[in-house]
């Protein structure tokens, strides 16, 4: 790193420590410098060894300054972005926006409704996050309804639905009821033969093709006029069973010159071969659509709010033609755009997702590489992390962009205190060290938490630095500071200790890096995003416990996963969380 990038370095993580500890009224903490920072900087990135360092002494001087000296340090740094911070902290302390008419009702209930397909990818987080915080701020009711009457198309998969429901306990919610639509198919029929009734409903066997021939031009469908009796038996010859896909369907009668060809006349029930997987379902053939299945639900379930995306405005109204046949009440809705997601190489989508696992390409839905909540907890992000990014989002019409480093950035404030600092080198280089240097290296377990102690690291004859690490015969100081070690001058392949005081990386020049024995050391694979990296740590890593978290100092925050044994050798694997 030259000087100009160093100053450079020094002057744009200054506003960032700034803008953090001025918006939480605390200390600057590196980790959450780091996020903003990089992000805002993204040609830092290729020097994400050195910057950390930087970091550290500029959040140490401005964690000496009092509140008042960093609020009018950031106002001549950054003032615009010292305004954002005094106007959010004058806003309401709710990021979502309150619920339409909510004074109206005795209780707010709303549903969380996933076809249970495959697990939840991180747009599918974005519902019961604020569903669930809508719940805890009204004292509401929230349900999860498996919307899974298409046992073809969107064909659930029978391990879905505990791993969903696995991942709404992640987030931290836990629903008050749950139901599967495949259950209540008697219900749905129900309510079409009181549709019939009502002259709401005719039996319809035009091709697909031909009626819609006819909805387009706004001329009605030759069955529409049907006595109710032939409707009647033909619907229930269709519960039966007695006819195939694609030879009958009930349509809804609503307003065949409706201005919206999309609305006319849509079916509610139609014939599927294939059977059901569940097997409780599995003699069914005859099967509602959505549209028919979810507003009676929504009714019968007394839903009070409905949040659904803007793509499906016409579902509430071709529902409303059902609600005003019976009279119902339809609930208040909110439609908001979609989320799109920065940082994956893999869509966001159950299908496809489902597809690379089959293929071999990704090792399951928790791989790392996968968009998945499953993915992120293996890595050590804790749900509450998500939620709060998702209900930043808000409710806007508009599509949105979810960044993941809102996610890292609350997590890591989530997390940070908590997680000690532990050494870890990507393979690198083996250097000698001569000159008697300390036989034990003390660095602290955490740089806040005197308390919590030291790191015993035996230090022997030699240690592994990564390649970036070590000088290069053209840098002026050869010196560098073995963190929790001390001085070391780099000289034709060896480490020479050197006894200076840390003095030397006060006055600058001499860089403070991390290191591992060569004796002792741990092998570690760590799964990350962009595939495997493997390295070797601190003897200590070798025993820490699965789950345990660890932040390997300028690399990263990780989760141990398990520590791997065989015959010839012991390997610790480690999930990348993020920086």
């Given at each position: 790193m030259n000087d100009e990038l160093r100053e450079r370095v020094e002057r744009e993580a200054e506003k960032h420590a700034l803008l953090n500890a001025v918006k939480h009224e605390s200390d600057a903490?590196?980790?959450?410098?780091?996020?903003?920072?990089?992000?805002?900087?993204?040609?830092?990135?290729?020097?994400?060894?050195?910057?950390?360092?930087?970091?550290?002494?500029?959040?140490?001087?401005?964690?000496?300054?009092?509140?008042?000296?960093?609020?009018?340090?950031?106002?001549?740094?950054?003032?615009?972005?010292?305004?954002?911070?005094e106007a959010e902290e004058e806003e309401d302390e709710h990021d979502l926006p309150d619920l339409p008419n909510?004074?109206?009702?005795?209780?707010?209930?709303?549903?969380?409704?996933?076809?249970?397909?495959?697990?939840?990818?991180?747009?599918?987080?974005?519902?019961?996050?604020?569903?669930?915080?809508?719940?805890?701020?009204?004292?509401?009711?929230?349900?999860?309804?498996?919307?899974?009457?298409?046992?073809?198309?969107?064909?659930?998969?029978?391990?879905?639905?505990?791993?969903?429901?696995?991942?709404?306990d992640y987030l931290g919610f836990e629903p008050d009821a749950t139901y599967k639509a495949s259950d209540r198919l008697e219900t749905y029929?129900?309510?079409?033969?009181?549709?019939?009734?009502?002259?709401?409903?005719?039996?319809?066997?035009?091709?697909?093709?031909?009626?819609?021939?006819?909805?387009?031009?706004?001329?009605?469908?030759?069955?529409?006029?049907?006595?109710e009796e032939t409707v009647r038996e033909e619907f229930d010859a269709m519960v039966d069973g007695e006819y195939s896909?694609?030879?009958?369907?009930?349509?809804?009668?609503?307003?065949?010159?409706?201005?919206?060809?999309?609305?006319?006349?849509?079916?509610?029930?139609?014939?599927?071969?294939?059977?059901?997987?569940?097997?409780?379902?599995?003699?069914?053939?005859?099967?509602?659509?959505?549209?028919?299945?979810?507003?009676?639900?929504?009714?019968?379930?007394?839903?009070?709010?409905?949040?659904?995306?803007?793509?499906?405005?016409?579902?509430?109204?071709?529902?409303?033609?059902?609600?005003?046949?019976?009279?119902w009440d339809y609930p208040e809705v909110i439609h908001w755009g979609h989320v799109q997601l920065d940082d994956y190489d893999v869509k966001m989508s159950t299908s496809t997702i489902s597809e690379l696992i089959e293929d071999g390409a990704l090792d399951g839905w928790d791989d790392p590489r996968a968009p998945t909540l499953k993915s992120l907890r293996r890595r050590g992000i804790r749900g509450e992390a998500i939620v709060e990014a998702m209900t930043g989002l808000g409710t806007s019409t508009t599509d949105v962009d979810l960044a993941m480093s809102s996610i890292y950035a609350n997590n890591r404030d989530l997390i940070d205190e908590?997680?000690?600092?532990?050494?870890?080198?990507?393979?690198?280089?083996?250097?000698?060290?001569?000159?008697?240097?300390?036989?034990e290296a003390n660095p602290p377990l955490h740089p806040n938490h005197?308390?919590?102690?030291?790191?015993?690291?035996?230090?022997?004859d030699s240690v592994m630095l990564e390649v970036d690490d070590v000088p290069d015969d053209e840098s002026g100081d050869q010196r560098i500071w073995l963190k929790g070690l001390g001085c070391f001058r780099f000289d034709d392949g060896v480490l020479r200790y050197t006894d200076d005081d840390i003095d030397v990386v006060r006055e600058g020049g001499v860089d403070v890096i991390h290191w591992v024995p060569a004796d002792g050391?741990?092998?570690?694979?760590?799964?990350?995003?962009?595939?495997?990296?493997?390295?070797?740590?601190?003897?200590?890593?070798?025993?820490?416990?699965?789950?345990?978290?660890?932040?390997?100092?300028?690399?990263?925050?990780?989760?141990?996963?398990?520590?791997?044994?065989?015959?010839?050798?012991?390997?610790?694997?480690?999930?990348?969380?993020?920086?």
């Open positions: 903490a590196v980790g959450a410098v780091m996020g903003p920072l990089m992000g805002d900087n993204p040609d830092f990135r290729e020097h994400s060894d050195a910057v950390p360092g930087v970091v550290g002494g500029v959040v140490s001087r401005v964690n000496d300054l009092d509140y008042e000296e960093k609020r009018a340090r950031l106002e001549d740094l950054a003032p615009e972005e010292l305004a954002e911070i909510a004074e109206e009702y005795d209780e707010i209930r709303m549903r969380c409704a996933p076809n249970p397909n495959g697990p939840w990818h991180v747009g599918h987080a974005r519902m019961p996050a604020v569903i669930g915080t809508y719940r805890e701020r009204y004292d509401g009711w929230f349900c999860v309804r498996f919307d899974d009457t298409d046992p073809e198309t969107k064909r659930p998969d029978l391990e879905a639905y505990d791993a969903i429901l696995e991942d709404l029929y129900d309510h079409a033969r009181d549709l019939i009734e009502m002259g709401g409903a005719y039996t319809c066997s035009c091709s697909g093709e031909a009626f819609s021939e006819l909805k387009n031009s706004g001329e009605p469908c030759p069955h529409r006029d049907k006595d896909s694609g030879e009958l369907v009930l349509r809804v009668k609503t307003d065949i010159e409706h201005k919206n060809p999309a609305l006319r006349d849509w079916v509610a029930f139609r014939m599927i071969d294939t059977p059901h997987p569940r097997e409780a379902a599995s003699e069914y053939r005859c099967w509602p659509m959505l549209d028919f299945q979810s507003g009676v639900d929504d009714h019968l379930l007394e839903v009070t709010h409905i949040i659904r995306g803007i793509d499906l405005q016409d579902s509430a109204k071709r529902q409303q033609f059902v609600y005003d046949y019976f009279g908590e997680t000690d600092r532990r050494f870890f080198v990507r393979d690198g280089n083996q250097l000698p060290l001569v000159g008697d240097p300390p036989a005197e308390e919590r102690g030291v790191r015993e690291i035996p230090v022997g050391r741990v092998p570690v694979r760590m799964r990350t995003m962009d595939g495997d990296v493997t390295g070797h740590a601190e003897p200590g890593v070798g025993d820490l416990e699965p789950d345990e978290m660890v932040q390997f100092e300028r690399v990263g925050f990780a989760r141990i996963d398990r520590q791997e044994t065989d015959d010839e050798d012991e390997e610790t694997v480690a999930y990348y969380a993020h920086p």
